[in-house]
């Protein structure tokens, strides 16, 4: 829903909010949700990737089933360094998953283990660091 995804974004809910880090000079917008519409996770991205302008935007999401979401997006200007389907598999592994897929700049992916989803993003955060 809208309310959900202005949540996400502008921090509030029991998300806690969006949290902006510095990976070797990269804006990582990471998100962590709970319970949030699969359907909502690509809006979100792309009104992360519009916030920080330059970098690259992850939201995790543990569903009702206890099943994790993942979707990474990467702006324009990062895509010669950073491949969000990469990404976005190296997220889907610690959540217990294979494969996920989609393009260069937006990629999603899925596990059996959304209790690991805070940990999806650490490993994302690990592999733009190299």
Known sequence: SETRRKLAMGGGGEEGGPAITEVNGTRYLRI????????????????????????????????????????????????????????????????????GGGRSDMAQGGGPDGAKAEAALDAIQAAMAG
């Open 32 to 99: 962590l949700m709970t319970g949030a519409d699969p359907k909502d996770l690509k809006a979100i991205v792309d009104q992360g990737k519009t916030k920080i302008g330059s970098g690259v935007v992850a939201v995790a999401n543990m569903a009702a089933d206890g099943k994790g979401a993942l979707v990474v997006g990467v702006t324009a200007d990062l895509a010669d360094r950073f491949d969000a389907q990469k990404l976005v598999r190296t997220g889907v592994e610690t959540l217990g998953g294979k494969g």
